[in-house]
């Protein structure tokens, strides 16, 4: 492995091998491709470009040449000062789910490190993110001795629990999501690389745990992630709107009051892509059984659900969700927002069901972290969110937030409720969710606690 700390300054390489990163005008929720491990990505590598002990941050990522996806063809696109995305050809120039890269791998690394040779700097860290990147930088690692350090976003495993895969329907399924491949490269990842990044303890011990790894071997550091508090923004600081956001905001007012039949009311608000397991028709089934909650409020659910390549799955679920709402009568009290803008619309969305007095509700059987909770928050919008994985972490149950049994529809509905019916707690949860946010989570305090992980691995001093 590479040894001791370049005087130049740290080149650090992200790795996020799907393609679908830019710097610009994020298409989040697209697919399944463009979830939150993008945030994390471009978030963290500006964060590292700030600092002065990095030279360099290269986001690498595959090429698209594709006229559905447009913008993911610049070879070398500027991100920030001292850092770039820089696009890697491989498996032609169509876009391919990353779940279908797995032949591409090799014609991968061949490229990077015919751009290593180009550049003629070998970088210091490799720092890989998913599965795909995750055995690219294995192999870079072995062939170039550059120290990897692994963040997973989600893993095969859990998933294949999630969906129910057994050995009834493996085959199928393994068709589709291509797990043997997946798992395979995990375990690979997992035994080599020097530091692993988990998001909270839990993904360490539930998620990792279901691996042939001994996760208390020193190599697992949990590091949160942060939040754009510059755009997450509370809601009562009209001071903070720039143009666009006021724009932004009258545009959302008017788009509500054309969808629902009594605007006025409070929103009941979830955000995410459609999966099994973030338990959407859940979330609707218990809002069209409880005539309280439909009086006392509007349920808007938005994410994840815009294009032509939404997965079996994902169209199956929203069906299933159209179903419930047509069942419970709920034309013009629920909403599905098939897509939110990241950049602009997201935090104002927030925003928007704050000044509603509304909640933010994350209903997931199974949340390995839980983004979603921390930006709502940091926005001053109350949370109730699943007592399962990431948001135990994150929320002190009563103190700023709500912790539920998702499983239980009784109690989802009546947390929800009593926010809903008590100002004072509505209050309390609004101010400490944010005081929790700016406090624990920022992409900055995490770029610096993990530049310090890469100096100790680099020293030497770093013992797993």
């Not at 929103?267 to 979330?283: F, H, M, Q």
Request: aromatic share 8%.
């Amino acid at each position: 492995m590479s040894g001791g700390l370049n005087p130049k300054g740290l080149y650090i390489q992200m790795h996020s091998m799907h393609g679908l990163l830019r710097g610009h005008n994020l298409e989040l929720g697209r697919d399944e491709d463009t979830g939150g491990q993008i945030v994390y990505v471009l978030s963290l590598a500006r964060e590292f470009g700030k600092l002065d002990e990095v030279e360099k941050v290269d986001v690498i990522t595959r090429m698209i040449k594709d006229k559905d996806y447009s913008g993911y063809s610049e070879r070398i696109e500027p991100l920030a000062d001292k850092v770039n995305i820089v696009r890697i050809p491989c498996g032609g120039d169509r876009y391919i789910k990353k779940v279908n890269l797995w032949p591409y791998i090799d014609e991968f690394v061949a490229n990077v490190k015919r751009y290593i040779e180009e550049i003629g700097r070998v970088p210091d860290i490799l720092h890989s993110n998913y599965a795909d990147s995750g055995l690219v930088c294995t192999k870079l690692s072995r062939e170039l001795g550059i120290a990897q350090v692994h963040t997973a976003h989600s893993l095969g495993k859990p998933k294949m629990r999630s969906l129910g895969v057994d050995e009834h329907n493996f085959e199928e399924m393994n068709r589709i999501y291509n797990f043997s491949q997946r798992i395979r490269a995990e375990q690979e990842t997992l035994d080599h690389a020097a530091c692993i990044i988990a998001s909270t303890d839990h993904e360490r011990r539930q998620q990792y745990g279901m691996y042939d790894v001994d996760i208390d071997d020193g190599r697992f550091v949990v590091v949160p992630p942060g939040t754009e508090l510059e755009r997450f923004y509370p809601f009562y600081q009209r001071e903070r709107e720039s143009t666009e956001d006021v724009q932004v905001r009258e545009r959302l007012k008017r788009e509500l009051k054309e969808v629902l039949l009594e605007p006025e009311k409070p929103i009941v608000y979830s955000l995410g892509r459609v999966e099994r397991r973030k338990n959407l028709p859940g979330l609707i089934e218990a809002y069209g059984t409880d005539t309280g909650l439909q009086e006392l409020s509007n349920l808007v659910i938005a994410g994840g659900m815009a294009g032509d390549d939404l997965s079996e799955e994902a169209r199956f679920i929203l069906k299933e969700m159209q179903s419930l709402i047509d069942k419970y009568r709920l034309e013009g009290k629920v909403y599905i927002r098939r897509y939110v803008e990241f950049e602009t619309e997201v935090p104002e969305f927030y925003r928007t069901v704050a000044r509603s007095r509304g909640v933010f509700i994350n209903p997931a059987f199974i949340e390995p972290f839980g983004l979603a909770i921390i930006e709502a928050a940091s926005c001053g919008l109350p949370v109730v969110a699943t007592d399962s994985g990431g948001p135990r972490e994150i929320i002190t149950n009563g103190e700023d937030g709500v912790l539920v049994d998702v499983g239980n529809t009784k109690a989802m509905q009546a947390a929800v409720r009593k926010l809903l019916q008590d100002p004072g707690l509505w209050d309390k949860f609004s101010r400490a969710g944010r005081e929790n946010a700016f406090r624990n989570y920022t992409w900055s305090g995490m770029a610096r606690k993990e530049v310090d992980i890469f100096k100790g691995i680099l020293r030497g001093s770093f013992n797993p």
